[in-house]
Each structure stands twice: as C-alpha cells, then as structure tokens.
C-alpha cells in the first residue's frame, strides 16, 4: 500500500487553482458517493475560500509522486461573522489518517484569525461523529435531520 507523508493543508489564493479542488470533490462526492455534477457545482466556489491537503505519496515500488492533493474544504461567508464549512473531502485512499481533522484544524485557525464567530454547516448524518471529533455540536432544538440533496443532513455549529 502507498504510504503518504509530510502532509499540509494549503489555502488556495489563486483562482486557477481551483480545479485541484474539483477534481478531489468529484472524486468523493460524484464517483463515490453519487451526487449529481450539477449538485456539486453549486455555482458558489467562486465566492468560498478553498484549502487542499497536499503530500508525497510513497508509491510500492518506491517511487515519490510529490505535491499529490488528497483532501479538500471549502469556506462560503454567510451573515457578518457566519462561515458555511463545506464540501470536506478526502479521497478513499488517505482516510483515517487525521486529514480531515487537518483541513478542519486550518479551517478553523483561518476563522479565528478572521474575525468569524460562528461556524456553521449541514453533516451528511453518518459523517456527525467526525464532526463532533473536530469540536462541532448540534444545537438542542434545531438537531432536526433533514434532506438536502436527496440525503440526510443534520446542523452543527462551532464557535471559535
Ligand atoms: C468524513 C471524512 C472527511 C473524514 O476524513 P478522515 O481524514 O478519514 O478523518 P480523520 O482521520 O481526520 O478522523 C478524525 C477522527 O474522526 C473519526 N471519524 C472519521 N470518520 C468518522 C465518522 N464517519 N463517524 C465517526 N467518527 C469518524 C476518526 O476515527 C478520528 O477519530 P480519532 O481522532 O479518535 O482517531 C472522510 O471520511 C470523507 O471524505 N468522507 C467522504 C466525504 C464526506 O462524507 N464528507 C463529509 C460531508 S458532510
């Protein structure tokens, strides 16, 4: 199996980067998980700030593909000090090695430095624990499961 190491998480400045972040996203949420293309491009990414997970993949035989991106999160600013964390993904093959708590890490550090009080965004149902891992929790009264795009979605919230 290939091993991955000196894994960052990048904040995608430049907006030609943006297919990096794509190409993760259609990977999990349109391949894996079968969301439609025009579900996942909502029409929102040019407005949402965007990171990527990046490391060297080790491959069997030894050979080192660097900069290989392996996970991906978007941020969309909502009401004054409100950030939507979204479309947090990370490829089958790099699971469960604490990316996604990475991204979720730097996402966070980033609303911190800038000023958003509050966090807000919709779980897929069965991915809520991950969440709860990262510090997020459903509020009482508004822990409704509800459908979006034809899935269930439960709130959670973190504040900063
Ligand atoms: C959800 C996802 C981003 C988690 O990424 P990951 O890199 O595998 O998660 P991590 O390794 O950072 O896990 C951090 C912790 O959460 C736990 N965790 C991961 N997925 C979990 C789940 N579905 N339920 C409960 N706990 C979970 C891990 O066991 C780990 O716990 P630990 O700190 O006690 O060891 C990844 O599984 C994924 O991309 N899934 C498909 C896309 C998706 O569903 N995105 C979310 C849409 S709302």
Partial sequence: ??????????????????????RIRKQVFHVEQGYSMEIELDGQDDTAQHW???????????????????GVVRLIPKEEGVAKLGRLAVLPCGRGLSIGKKLVDAFIAYCKENGFHT??????YPRRGFYEKCGFSAKEGQDQVFEEAGTPHIKMWLHP
């Avoid at 966090?119 to 897929?124: A, N, W």
């Fill in 52 to 70: 990527v997970a990046t490391c060297d993949k080790i491959n069997e035989d030894g050979t080192i593909e660097h900069n290989f991106d392996i």
């Fill in 119 to 124: 966090i807000v965004l919709h779980s897929q």
């Fill in 1 to 22: 199996m290939p091993n991955y190491i000196n894994i960052s998480v990048v904040h995608l400045k430049n907006p030609e980067e943006l297919d990096r972040a794509l």
